[in-house]
């Protein structure tokens, strides 16, 4: 069983819907989450970073953790064509530490 | 931006030949690391290095050989390239961001390896 799990997708949207993106973990010893926006033939970049369980919002980007249920979520408001990519989680034990990533979940928002 | 730097970006090689994935980090960052990842699929950890001189191998098994002997560089080494490592190699580093106060890692824009 992988640590880090996601739906690989794609998903596909109308631009300017809600795009709605979840991960599971089994790990417990994870404090820290992170969402990751890879576009094709890219690096990833940090989108989101949250510590322990509760809600975060930056612009459109909203990312919430649930460590009770091991569920992270990013929910992505008025999406844009631009937001087409790979979206990446990832968790780690310690600030700084080695990350554990999911497998990725391929967005396409459609003009 | 992060000032973390990959080259070759792309690179086709025969097979048995010798090859050094270039990264350098200008952040100062102690940690770095080495990720592979297939088309469309997730990025697994083959090397990581918390400082000079520090090497671990990663949660994927990996016939390539890392060193650190200068906190910027990071040097990933195939001895004999095999078509089977024909993958997309990304690098990255970790450290303390002044401006969010926290920890992140960054990745390069990585190499594209083919082995023919």
């Known amino acids: 069983q992988k640590e880090v799990e996601q739906d690989p997708g794609p998903l596909s949207v109308p631009e300017g819907a809600i795009v709605s993106l979840n991960c599971t973990y089994s790990?417990?010893?994870?404090?820290?989450f992170m969402w990751y926006r890879q576009y094709s033939r890219k690096g990833p970049e940090l989108l989101m970073y949250t510590y322990s369980s509760g809600n975060k919002e930056d612009g459109r980007f909203t990312a919430q953790v649930d460590k009770s249920s091991k569920y992270i979520s990013l929910f992505i408001r008025d999406s844009q064509p631009s937001d087409s990519a790979t979206y990446l989680c990832?968790?780690?034990?310690?600030?700084?530490?080695?990350?554990?990533f999911g497998g990725g979940t391929r967005v396409l928002v459609k003009p | 931006e992060a000032d973390i730097y990959q080259t070759p970006r792309y690179l086709v090689i025969g097979t048995g030949k010798k090859i050094t994935l270039e990264c350098s980090q200008t952040m100062g960052h102690d940690k770095m690391y080495w990720y592979q990842q297939d088309p469309g699929m997730e990025l697994h950890l083959i090397h990581y290095s918390y400082g000079v001189n520090s090497t671990e191998k990663g949660d994927l098994s990996s016939e390539s050989t890392v060193s650190r002997i200068r906190t910027e560089h990071f040097p990933l080494t195939l001895e004999s390239a095999r078509p089977s490592h024909t993958s997309q190699y990304l690098c990255?580093?970790?450290?303390?961001?002044?401006?969010?106060?926290?920890?992140?890692?960054?990745f390069g824009a990585g190499t594209r390896l083919s082995v023919l």
């Open positions: 990255a580093s970790a450290g303390h961001d002044r401006e969010s106060g926290k920890n992140i890692q960054y």
């Open positions: 790990n417990s010893a994870f404090q820290y």
């Open positions: 990832a968790g780690s034990k310690a600030a700084g530490n080695k990350l554990t």
